[in-house]
């Protein structure tokens, strides 16, 4: 399984764009890039997951590089609830896998 | 996500005691998963199950089992608890869709302290 590195801790303001950049120079052709959000006291939950090039949902942007070695969270217009921890996971295309690999994640604090 | 319940929420016990959590799931999913998660780490695997007859070790299993009653239900105890098993402990479940990645669904989590 590819390992990833993210940034321990990231702090923004209310409004503002934040991008959160995960390097997995491991990875391989058929893994998934996979993001992760967990609130205090509460389960992890699914953010978005992308192969490459662009994803976008009604939460986040996923955008990955065409070398997939890395890949970039963007969550547009933060508020105070996006205050959270955010996990990079690489995880291979459904066949068989049984675990998701939590590395410390970001954590993410939006300011006033 | 309000399919996947887990009881109880807290459980404050002493070392030796048999502790039972219990995870419910309507999502008709198979697979079942338990995970622990220490202050300011991420999650670790503890045991899995595919199936009701399926049942695979995760990489921190020692002083853990499982039993996977039904679809729906997947039981995780320590046999004889001890103080650095005090952790919050998640129940995950997952349906492999076609081609796409496993996503999994977690409960609200059970925050165990072992005195």
Known sequence: ?112 | DADVTQTPRNRITKTGKRIMLECSQTKGHDRMYWYRQDPGLGLRLIYYSFDVKDINKGEISDGYSVSRQAQAKFSLSLESAIPNQTALYFCATSDAGTGSSDTQYFGPGTRLTVL
């Not at chain 1, 699914?46 to 976008?56: A, E």
């Not at chain 1, 969270?73 to 690999?101: E, H, M, Q, W």
Request: hydrophobic share 35%.
């Open chain 1, 1 to 112: 399984l590819a390992k990833t590195t993210q940034p321990i801790s990231m702090d923004s303001y209310e409004g503002q764009e934040v991008n959160i950049t995960c390097s997995h120079n491991n990875i391989a052709t058929n893994d998934y890039i996979t993001w992760y959000q967990q609130f205090p006291s509460q389960g992890p939950r699914f953010i978005i997951q992308g192969y490459k090039t662009k994803v976008t949902n009604e939460v986040a942007s996923l955008f990955i590089p065409a070398d997939r070695k890395s890949s970039t969270l963007s969550l547009p217009r933060v508020s105070l609830s996006d205050t959270a921890v955010y996990y990079c996971l690489v995880v291979p295309f459904s066949g068989g896998y049984n675990k998701l690999i939590f590395g410390a994640g970001t954590r993410l604090a939006v300011h006033p």
